[in-house]
């Protein structure tokens, strides 16, 4: 059995003095009157240790060392509130002790860096870091250089720099370099650095095992090295949904002190060609639409998104599809039982038993993720056709600034699914209803054209051009038209779609609604509505339409440890100042 690290004796900070114990896996000093009474402890997770500095020592903003023989300065992880953002914001704490003798200076040094080591063994010694010098508002190499590398030389982590001058140049940098020695890849940029860093270390990975990416049907294999994401993107959405807020100084420290977070990834394949790896929105119809208009408007800068966003409503589009897909467990989870994917998830750990039981019989974590992976061929696909405004597939809530809960509140970063998200042709004014609900509270799934679905797995493709063409020489919907003419052609297994069936048994309301669907405002915009739109996968255009798409649980590792609750976190600080869940608060 490991011996437990324990150290107790009197220090002084300034003119007071406290009684520091350090025990098995907190770090604590309370502040001790002139009657020897205890007044207020502040208590730390050995693990949330930055640092430990001989003399008096400051980091940020800039490096100051006073080089005395009886004090050390202890650098931790201090939380604040993030205000409007769902997660806490991290801090570096910082506190400086005094000691009787330069005998205990040194034993309190050593114990403390020993206990960092023993209870921190994820911790980086050796990062890869990829800096994108033109994202955002250009700049990632200010924020890098002044905020993160400091806090990396202070927890003694040595960095490689990349500054990329192309697009791609890290993910081939990923498949092609030696990383012998990294412990992990850290990107400073914003969603599109992320995707490049993602993609090169899956291909090396499945380059590595001899495994095919073109074969829709392999188990890819987890890759070895964590992720670390500093945002500085003109979009973060990725480190928004892990961390809950986006900001450098506190991606730096859940890098630092080793997080792990695992993520789902999901493959879209082509026939038998890998298109591209996806973890936020994989979108069809209108954000496909959304992200096609805003290319032609790049020199807007950001304002393109919502120029164009608000010009492809107006254009009222919807589109023919069948969409087909493999239900997870319904006893598992739900798209719609109102859960959080917080900072130890409850649903995503069960989730890690389930995907790698068999991890311990087998010797091989790959192998147990072969098994959860091929039990896709068990169950039955459901089909779905008919005329959709978006067709949606997201492994995560997707949440932003702009939308805290995002496109699936209830979605779970490693649970081994993903929630698909269809919303069927309907008044403009309905689906408008639906995105603003994406800026609310409101549930945007409590519509009666809107149905969610936690799947495994997803195709869509094109009705066959007899449909098609039924659609295009009646003018769209139109009154009159038979149910199965108008598109709501729907083939449904087992258990599929049984929302949308029961909307068409209670009568007509929806359909009417529908049915003045395309008159309205309709070629406002554009002349003529396109007979396909295209696929946006995490903010680039597919070239192909009809495409598979598998869920990969817990495929990579982020410096990351999930959203934490504030709330809770704030609660728990005002109650007991000796907190033992380690949320050491700035009160």
């Not at 979108?283 to 164009?308: I, N, Q």
């Not at 995002?406 to 309907?426: E, Q, Y």
Request: net charge neutral; aromatic share 8%.
């Amino acid at each position: 059995m490991e011996t437990e690290v324990r150290l107790e004796s009197s220090l002084w900070v300034g003119i007071k003095r406290y009684r520091a114990v350090l025990s098995g896996w907190h770090f604590n000093w309370t502040e001790v009157d002139k009657k020897n009474r205890d007044k207020k402890t502040i208590s730390v997770p050995v693990a949330e240790v930055v640092g430990v500095e001989e003399g008096r020592v400051e980091i940020l903003p800039q490096k100051s060392v006073e080089d005395t023989d009886k004090d050390f300065t202890v650098f931790y992880v201090k939380r604040i509130s993030s205000g409007s953002s769902c997660g806490l914001l991290w801090r570096l704490g910082r506190i400086q002790f005094s000691c009787p003798s330069r005998v205990l200076r040194d034993q309190w040094t050593k114990h403390l860096r020993t206990a960092l080591k023993t209870h921190s063994p994820l911790r980086p010694n050796r990062l890869l870091v990829f800096i994108n010098p033109f994202g955002g508002k250009k700049k990632g190499r200010k924020i890098y250089h002044s905020l993160v590398a400091p806090l990396f030389e202070l927890a003694g982590i040595s960095s490689h720099v990349v500054v990329t001058e192309r697009a791609n140049q890290a993910r081939d940098h990923l498949l092609k370099k030696d990383l012998t020695g990294f412990d992990g890849v850290v990107c400073v940029g914003g969603d599109g650095m992320f995707s490049e860093i993602l993609h090169g270390l899956i291909g090396r990975t499945q380059q590595e095992a001899g495994l095919s990416e073109n074969d829709p049907t392999v188990a890819l294999q987890p890759c070895p090295l964590h992720i670390g994401i500093i945002p500085a993107g003109s979009t973060d959405c990725v480190c928004y949904a892990t961390v809950g807020v986006i900001d450098a100084v506190t991606s730096a420290l859940h890098i630092i002190i080793g997080d792990s977070q695992p993520l789902d990834v999901c493959s879209v394949h082509q026939a038998s060609a890998l298109m591209r790896y996806s973890v936020s929105l994989l979108g069809y119809g209108f954000y496909g639409d959304v992200l096609a208009e805003s290319e032609k408007h790049r020199w807007m800068g950001p304002l393109r998104y919502d120029y164009s966003g608000t010009m492809v409503y107006l254009s009222n589009r919807s589109y023919a599809g069948i969409v087909q897909y493999l239900p997870a467990d319904p006893l598992l989870s739900s798209p719609r039982d109102r859960t959080r994917c917080l900072s130890g998830c409850s649903v995503c750990s069960r989730s890690t038993e389930r995907l790698f039981r068999h991890s311990s019989e087998s010797g091989s974590l790959y192998s147990s993720h072969f098994s959860q992976f091929s039990s896709d061929s068990e169950g039955e696909w459901v089909s779905v056709e008919g005329r959709f405004r978006c067709v949606s597939l997201t492994c995560m809530s997707s949440s932003c600034p702009k939308s805290p809960l995002g496109l699936s509140p209830s979605a779970h970063l490693a649970d081994g699914t993903g929630d698909l998200i269809l919303v069927w042709d309907t008044h403009p004014l309905g689906f408008l209803k639906f995105l603003y609900r994406h800026t609310s509270t409101e549930d945007q799934f409590d519509l009666p054209f809107v149905e969610v679905h936690r799947v495994k797995a997803v195709r869509f493709s094109l009705p066959s051009g007899k449909e098609e063409e039924v659609y295009k020489e009646t003018g769209g919907l139109r009154e009159g038209i038979d149910e199965e003419e108008r598109g709501y052609i729907e083939t449904v297994s087992r258990n599929g779609s049984q929302q949308h069936l029961a909307e068409r048994d209670t009568g007509q309301e929806m359909t009417n609604e529908q049915k003045m669907a395309t008159p309205f405002l309709c070629g406002l915009c554009c002349s003529k509505a396109p007979a396909k739109s295209v696929w946006n996968c995490d903010g680039e255009i597919l070239s192909s339409t009809e495409i598979l798409c598998r869920i990969h649980g817990q495929l990579v590792r982020l410096y990351a440890r999930g959203i934490e609750d504030g709330a809770a976190m704030h609660n728990c600080g005002k109650e007991n100042d000796n907190c033992q869940m380690g949320c050491t608060l700035n009160k």
